[in-house]
């Protein structure tokens, strides 16, 4: 079988850029095919494109033929930009002069590059929202013609994106393809490639998780999203069916368990039926909110903790996390909530519903002062993470309670009540991006504490960092050898961060005990925060009852709170959110 290799000078580099600026020259061909300046607009494809385009005088047929030229070449650019998914490096390679090999002649194609090379064939897949078909103001001019047959005829676009999508989806999906990433991944490398689970799940995820969210929503998909979908989960069931057999050939037994574990655990069957279920109705006035509010805390939060495309967090942290979940364009975000997996997890956690978090009026002025989104927006957010109850209208997820257990006594040891009543109704989060790369996944967002809580010391194993907004609230950490005195300094360096000269990042490594303290005065707290969890790795989220008794805030807090009703706050909505029913009217 041939191995996929990319050759020439000008893909050496970088050749997912070439292929991307390439993209982005054809949207603009498409847009100005019917202009009569197209060959000035970008001369180095449109020029190439003239011969097909319509001069003064000459017939409007020239017009569809140009425009079946152009969606031809990106039906091409797009098996091209499939080569790189799963692909493997050859190169010119000469043993050292004292026989040493200093590097291998084969290579897989980087896990960063494939991953570009997914997110650009998602977009060439859906040609009508990535600007590739014809502007709807020049449809009544797209026909063309046959001079053997003196006759004109509609440019029937559907039809050509329908064939285009099954070829591209079956170059994508055929059986050699996914046998050659199946064993690209098992080649000895230090470069980070991906697996069939990652290329399976960035498929159906991208291709098809968005379209059953939105007709959760009642929305309409359109035609061609409908054909996406149909074929991308005809070629899904074909693959589930025949690989395996045609396959067999080509694998050992021990391969072939492998593999058959791979496809049938997480992204074909199974991963179908979970994004169903993930599915939540919701209604389209929620839409609208969380999607104005998105618009404008995404590039905030973007603008904030990347720093050159790169996150910018300790590099203990980065080498933790192995590669993955550092770069920019891995992240994404949605313009409908997310599910409960990506949100809340209040399957788990049971912290969006009774217990979900009532931001404070000066936190939500704080926001409202940063990110441009008005009050009533904010009121009107709803995170629907598995409770569409109308009471959770303005709330957010409530930080979870680490598990309880027993000491070495058989005692139950933890404050589960106290922690829902007077922790999780008083700090919270939500999330705005998501990451899963490699088996690796991370999220970013907004998290903050009300006035008078004590978030207790505890500690995980994934890495977490945030950046501190508003309020003056205190931060402790632990190190790690820890015996009779806390280190109420940060552990990892404080440093000023981009854009504001008054942001504080706070480090906190995997394993590091910390906690955050608005019993003060008059604080609060309102960050960004990042959370990563490596491939591999349990959280092993849980109290830090060997501080709790020294310097942590948790003794005091539960002293002071210790009446039946814990005395902390309870508000069944928050003071600056009206009740919103589900009607069309504005709060």
């Known amino acids: 079988m041939g191995?996929?290799?990319?050759?020439?000078?000008?893909?050496?580099?970088?050749?997912?850029?070439?292929?991307?600026?390439?993209?982005?020259?054809?949207v603009a061909?498409?847009?100005?095919?019917?202009?009569?300046?197209?060959?000035?607009?970008?001369?180095?494809?449109?020029?190439?494109m003239l011969m097909t385009s319509v001069a003064p005088e000459e017939p409007l047929d020239l017009y569809g033929e140009a425009v079946t030229d152009l969606l031809g070449r990106v039906e091409s650019l797009a098996h091209k930009v499939v080569s790189w998914v799963g692909g493997i490096k050859d190169g010119y390679v000469h043993r050292g002069k004292l026989g040493d090999l200093p590097q291998r002649s084969r290579q897989p194609i980087s896990s960063?590059?494939?991953?570009?090379?997914?997110?650009?064939?998602?977009?060439?897949?859906?040609?009508?929202?990535?600007?590739?078909?014809p502007p709807r103001d020049n449809l009544p001019y797209l026909v063309q013609g046959s001079a053997s047959h003196d006759h004109v005829q509609s440019v029937d676009t559907a039809h050509i994106v329908h064939v285009s999508t099954g070829n591209i989806l079956e170059a994508l999906l055929d059986n050699k393809r996914l046998l050659q990433i199946h064993r690209q991944q098992h080649l000895f490398s230090d470069v980070p490639s991906m697996s069939i689970d990652d290329v399976l799940r960035e498929v159906v995820g991208n291709l098809l998780e968005p379209g059953l969210q939105a007709a959760g929503h009642g929305q309409d998909l359109g035609a061609q999203e409908r054909d996406l979908h149909f074929?991308?989960?005809?070629?899904?069931?074909?693959?589930?069916?025949?690989?395996?057999?045609?396959?067999?050939?080509?694998?050992?037994?021990?391969?072939?368990?492998?593999?058959?574990?791979?496809?049938?655990?997480?992204?074909c069957g199974s991963a179908l039926s979970a994004l169903q279920t993930r599915?939540?109705?919701?209604?389209?006035?929620?839409?609208?909110?969380?999607?104005?509010?998105?618009?404008?805390?995404?590039?905030?939060?973007?603008?904030?903790?990347?720093?050159?495309?790169?996150?910018?967090v300790a590099e203990e942290m980065k080498q933790a996390m192995g590669g993955a979940c550092l770069r920019m364009e891995e992240y994404r975000t949605s313009t409908i909530p997310f599910s409960d997996f990506w949100q809340c997890g209040a399957e788990s956690?049971?912290?969006?519903?009774?217990?979900?978090?009532?931001?404070?009026?000066?936190?939500?002025?704080?926001?409202?002062?940063?990110?441009?989104?008005?009050?009533?927006?904010?009121?009107?957010l709803h995170l629907h993470s598995g409770n569409e109850s109308?009471?959770?209208?303005?709330?957010?997820?409530?930080?979870?309670?680490?598990?309880?257990?027993?000491?070495?006594?058989g005692r139950p040891v933890g404050a589960r009540t106290f922690w829902e009543e007077c922790v999780m109704r008083n700090a919270g989060y939500?999330?705005?991006?998501?990451?899963?790369?490699?088996?690796?996944?991370?999220?970013?967002?907004?998290?903050?504490?009300?006035?008078g809580v004590c978030y207790p010391a505890h500690n995980h194993d994934n890495q977490e960092a945030y950046w501190q907004l508003g309020g003056p609230g205190w931060w402790k950490t632990w190190p790690k050898s820890f015996h009779k005195q806390p280190n109420e300094r940060p552990y990892s360096e404080i440093r000023v961060t981009s854009p504001s000269a008054g942001l504080q990042l706070h480090n906190h490594p995997g394993g590091v005990v910390h906690e955050m303290d608005t019993t003060h005065d008059d604080d609060y707290l309102l960050t960004v925060y990042w959370w990563g969890k490596p491939a591999g790795i349990a959280t092993n989220y849980a109290y830090s009852h060997n501080v709790q008794e020294q310097g942590s805030c948790f003794k005091t807090y539960r002293t002071e709170h210790a009446d039946v009703q814990h005395s902390c706050p309870n508000p069944y909505r928050p003071p600056w959110a009206p009740m919103v029913r589900r009607t069309n009217a504005e709060p």
């Open 3 to 26: 191995e996929l290799v990319q050759g020439g000078a000008r893909t050496r580099q970088d050749p997912i850029t070439y292929f991307e600026q390439l993209f982005a020259h054809y």
């Open 29 to 48: 061909v498409s847009a100005n095919l019917l202009e009569p300046l197209c060959g000035t607009i970008l001369v180095a494809v449109a020029a190439v």
């Open 112 to 133: 960063t590059l494939q991953q570009r090379a997914l997110v650009l064939l998602f977009r060439l897949l859906r040609p009508q929202s990535s600007g590739l078909l």
């Open 231 to 267: 074929l991308l989960v005809r070629k899904l069931k074909a693959t589930w069916e025949r690989l395996l057999p045609a396959l067999a050939a080509f694998l050992s037994h021990a391969e072939e368990d492998v593999l058959e574990a791979s496809l049938a655990s997480d992204d």
């Open 279 to 312: 599915g939540r109705t919701l209604s389209s006035e929620t839409d609208d909110a969380w999607t104005e509010v998105m618009s404008s805390i995404v590039p905030m939060v973007q603008n904030l903790v990347f720093k050159d495309g790169e996150l910018a």
């Open 349 to 380: 956690h049971d912290n969006f519903g009774d217990s979900a978090y009532t931001p404070s009026e000066r936190v939500i002025d704080k926001l409202t002062l940063l990110s441009g989104v008005p009050l009533r927006t904010w009121a009107r």
């Open 390 to 409: 109308d009471a959770l209208y303005g709330k957010w997820c409530g930080m979870p309670a680490p598990p309880e257990h027993e000491d070495e006594m």
């Open 430 to 451: 939500f999330n705005a991006l998501v990451c899963d790369t490699n088996g690796s996944y991370s999220v970013l967002g907004l998290a903050a504490l009300n006035h």
